[in-house]
């Protein structure tokens, strides 16, 4: 008979040793599923952890790591702060094309004129933009209750429907022979979010993005309103009798992880993508609810999480050309990974025990 | 713009079939809510069902034998649920969440050889000479057998809860599941029934989808449909009866917008296909008002010693 017990303490250890528990099960599980798929289980495997890093064409695929994963990390850091504290963002995709439009719009407004002005501004719209996206669920829920999971995910088909109306209609690039999408900023001095040195994929979203980081850390573990996010996740009826502002916090979570999402977003259509297209987006808001659970809700684990999960997206690209594995075999091979992660986590805040049950 | 071409009658008539996949997703996820659970992973168990339900019609040529696939595809993804949350004790809103990506990707990856063909068509119920009744023949009568399989689980669900000591201690395990446990019912066992019920409803949705609404296989092509559902039981208020009305009025926006696309509305397309969505938000507004309905321990782990 296995039975589960409530630990005293959460296992320090075990919160440490779940993620990549996760990860070597992960890897295990998935070389099954390309085995059942008829590849070569640790050919796939090596292929998607170890080709992008370390293979021949490693110079080619590292700087693909900060640019695949400067977005992630962004993005999770933002849904990171809600989680901890039970506010439940999942529309970052949305908010994310937002940015991307409103920064991408606000660039392209003054085509052709050249000023060492317009990317700062990009930057604001960007943020503005996805803040604003993210206000819609937050003060719906302030003023009115509204389960913001839902609306937020609402959202977000509504974003990619107006992406689609701005490819087709406001933004399509005017000398583009008719096909649908904007002008490609990277042929815009003034827009592009060129590498800031050229050959490591270092762009300005890195930068933002390790800002970011540094920002969460310090608002977590040295700031009242940290302690308040902890409080309320952990404790909500603690935080309200310790007066906690309930409604300041979901303004400022949702805010907050809206406003990074569309700096992603913006950092994303000036630099690696270039335009706004109808299949501008390609997941990130959703992967990055997997890159926050995995770094553990915690800044620095989110960076770690953010280039893993950036690894498999190279990887699996490389996979996908070299051994033919289907794109969405990754997509499962992500989905495994929050799978195990969730299914571990009970061991950090309950002991197995095995034999049977005293009668109390 | 042209809408004469909008025959009011089939557009009825289509509306009642549009609110089908909907209706099965949400009736399913209201008795898992009842029973205490929130499971947000309905479009990943809808889009499971779609591409088994197909890949099972394509290969045995039959409707039928596809739609039991599709139920029990979607039954199948929910056991993952079931166990993260019943078993493993993992949050419920992260593990839905979970098996909504998990669902996505898995679908994308079986049906990618299935893409481009069309399946086996999906006859009509025979009601013979009530069908040709003129108005109400071709909106009441002249549906397929799920149409109406829908409508006998919206009437048995309000039966079963409502009347029956099965109901009873359904309703219980998710008000109070202390209580519930105190009281010696299985609490983790009654969730898990409900969470599978819950999964098989969605899968038949989804299947609809895939071999009656469109039909075709492409990834995502629930596109949010399941999402829509999760509103539509907060809309109900956990009401059986109310859900049939909610389904029937966003099938009905989902039908109109359509018709308003074909007949060349003056509104760019983009803004029509947002409707359903924006409309869902509202709804959400108008309603979140009174949350007393919902189940007391909609959300909660539970946990015997704890």
């Known amino acids: ?360 | 713009m042209d809408l004469s071409a909008i025959n009011p009658i089939l557009l009825i008539a289509a509306m009642i079939a549009a609110a089908t996949p909907i209706l099965l997703a949400a009736i399913g996820e209201l008795v898992v809510e009842r029973a205490g659970v929130l499971n947000l992973g309905v479009e990943g168990m809808m889009i499971t069902g779609a591409v088994c339900g197909f890949i099972i019609t394509v290969n045995t040529g039959s409707p039928t034998i596809g739609f039991i696939a599709a139920a029990v595809g979607g039954a199948v993804l929910s056991l993952l649920f079931a166990f993260l949350t019943q078993v493993a004790l993992a949050n419920q809103v992260a593990s839905g969440l979970a098996l909504t990506l998990f669902g996505l990707g898995l679908s994308a990856l079986m049906g990618q050889s299935y893409v481009g063909i069309k399946p086996p068509r999906t006859e009509t119920t025979p009601l013979g000479p009530l069908a040709d009744i003129p108005v109400i023949g071709p909106i009441v009568f002249g549906h397929d057998l799920i149409v109406y399989l829908g409508l006998a689980i919206v009437a048995a669900t309000w039966a079963v809860l409502t009347f029956t000591r099965v109901g009873l201690v359904l309703r219980a395990v998710g008000e109070n599941h202390d209580a519930a446990h105190a009281l010696g019912y299985k609490v983790k066992r009654i969730r898990t029934l409900a969470i599978l019920f819950g999964g098989a409803c969605a899968g038949l949705g989804g299947a609809y989808i895939s071999l009656i609404r469109v039909p075709q296989w492409t990834e995502g092509m629930t596109a949010g449909v399941g999402w829509i559902a999760l509103a539509l039981v907060v809309f109900a208020s956990w009401k059986p009866w109310r859900v049939l009305l909610g389904a029937y009025l966003f099938g009905g926006i989902t039908q109109l917008q359509l018709n308003l696309q074909g007949a060349g509305v003056a509104i760019p397309v983009e803004y029509l296909a947002m409707s359903p969505y924006v409309v869902t938000i509202i709804v959400l507004v108008i309603l979140s008002a009174d949350k007393s309905r919902a189940p007391g321990s909609l959300g909660r782990t539970f946990h015997a010693s704890g």
């Open chain 1, 1 to 360: 008979m296995i039975r589960i017990e409530a630990r005293p303490q959460p296992s320090a250890l075990m919160a440490y040793a779940t993620p990549v528990l996760a990860v070597v099960l992960t890897m295990i599980f998935g070389g099954v599923l390309f085995a059942v798929l008829g590849k070569d289980p640790l050919e796939a495997i090596a292929t998607i952890f170890w080709e992008p890093i370390f293979g021949e064409f490693a110079f080619f695929y590292r700087p693909q790591l900060l640019i695949k994963g400067a977005p992630l990390v962004l993005i999770a850091i933002g849904l990171a702060l809600g989680f901890r504290a039970g506010i439940w963002n999942i529309g970052a995709e949305g908010q994310y094309i937002v940015g991307a439009i409103c920064g991408a719009g606000a660039g392209l407004a003054f085509y052709p004129t050249e000023s060492v002005l317009i990317f700062p501004l990009m930057v604001l719209a960007g943020a503005l933009g996805g803040w604003a996206w993210a206000m819609i669920p937050a003060v719906l829920k302030v003023k009115f209750g509204t389960n913001e999971i839902l609306v937020s995910l609402m959202l977000v088909y509504v974003a990619e429907q107006l992406l689609a109306s701005m490819s087709l209609g406001l933004l399509k690039n005017p000398e583009g022979f008719g096909f649908p999408g904007s002008r490609n900023l990277q042929q815009y001095g003034s827009a592009h979010n060129a590498e800031i040195i050229a050959g490591t994929g270092m762009h300005w979203g890195v930068v933002a993005a390790l800002i970011a980081v540094i920002f969460a850390y310090v608002l977590l573990t040295r700031h009242r309103l940290g302690f308040a996010i902890r409080v309320t996740g952990e404790a909500p009826r603690a935080a309200k009798f310790g007066g906690v502002n309930p409604a300041r916090l979901v303004l400022f979570c949702l805010g907050m992880s809206g406003l990074l999402a569309g700096l992603a977003g913006m950092f994303e259509v000036s630099g690696p993508s270039g335009q706004i297209s109808i299949d501008f987006n390609v997941g990130y808001g959703f992967t990055a609810i997997i890159v926050a659970f995995l770094g553990r809700l915690n800044p620095l684990g989110i960076v770690a999480a953010g280039l893993l999960m950036a690894l498999t997206y190279i990887g699996g690209d490389i996979a996908q050309s070299q051994l033919g594995l289907p794109a969405a075999a990754i997509q499962v091979f992500q989905g495994m990974l929050l799978f195990f992660l969730l299914a571990l986590d009970v061991l950090t805040n309950y002991r197995v025990r095995f034999g049977t049950a005293e009668v109390a």
